[in-house]
């Protein structure tokens, strides 16, 4: 029993280690250099950088600040070529890391700075949109970073900056990680501040990306304003989207067929994480308060019949989506023996959800498909702005997949 349950607990192990690794790659891309960002974040063939291409980066400020005095250094060059056109990560050459015209501030005496190697190792990784993180280790000389002395302020260390991240833009830029270690005869104790940002002159336009082609388009709901959406600022399916409204007005052909209603409240919520369209589950479309306004405000009863099936798709360009299914009434004005059904038109022009920092529903002008009516003519329109009260902000977007 006891090597059965050895057994037992070793696979359990194992699985759990492979669902592990699985997870990992699962999110792992083949990164590439791109050489524009109108396809941020992915890249097709013919934009990628390729091998050999030289990054050249300059700074004419390189801040430290440690717990033995500050030190400002005024010329740093980093320069690295691709060892491919892309990989997983993307692999590179670190071929110079320069640091030079170095002063402690409090005195303004001359520092000396040397590089703790020649060259190193490096390599890239997309992170989101156009940027990426650059990993840099020793290829046998030393790891990255340099050696500073300060004999004014009594500093004397080595230290070593293993990562950086490069922003893709026109021109490119690379900021190493700020907080850095240093070792050595005389080294502060805490950790010291490195302030400095690269800006590259070769080449001039830049973006960290995914060595993919551009995939078909995906709607979904996104929290930032940003298209395409990182999954990371996805809302989850099954998100509510939730609002009401105080006007909600029906336009009849007919003289006299016009209705409005105080009161509209929308209920639904999507059903999908993302896809192409999203699909939307509508479980309440509820009107109120409605009248016939030009037949002396007379009341009319208004019950829902149908939801249909509804979805939303992203408007290029915009954080808009359009909005296609049939929710549909039954109006009753009993007063003036006055009754229709009325449906929005599926995919009706005007039928969106309109994202920002203040979303809503829209209806401006939508068509509306009638049936069995009296006074109201052979058409219909609607006029409504239905402001959601979740989520919010919502930004309709395509999604990074």
Known sequence: MKLVKTFGLAALAALA???????????????????????????SPENRYPELTALKTSSSEVFFETAFGNVNCTESSLNARLSAVSGEPQPLGITAWTLGGCREKTFNSKCTATANGPTYNGSLAWSSHGDGTLSMSSNGSGEPGWHIVCGSIGLDCTYTVPT?????????????????SGTGASCPGSATTLKATYTAS???????????????????????????????????????????STNFVIHGSAPGGEVKCSGASLASHSTALYAEPLPVEVTEFKLTGCKAVEWLNSSCEVSTTAYGSTSLSHIANT???????????FINCAGLGAHCTFSIASKATGWTLEGGTAPAVGLEGASLTLSGCTLWGSTATVSATIPLSSPKPVYVTDVVH
């Open 17 to 43: 280690l492979m669902a592990s690794l699985g997870a990992g790659s699962a999110f792992a891309v083949e990164t590439t250099l791109c050489k524009n960002g109108t396809e941020s974040p992915y890249c």
């Open 319 to 329: 954080v808009n989506g359009s909005l296609s299914g049939s929710p549909t009434w």
């Open 202 to 244: 070769t080449p001039t336009i830049a973006f960290v990306a995914r060595a993919e082609s551009p995939p078909s388009p995906t709607t979904g709901l996104c929290k930032a304003s940003e298209s395409p959406c990182e999954q990371s600022n996805l809302y989850a399916s099954g998100t509510a989207i939730n609002g009401t």
């Open 164 to 180: 950086a991240t490069v922003h893709g833009a026109a021109p490119p830029t690379v900021t190493p990680q700020t907080s850095i």
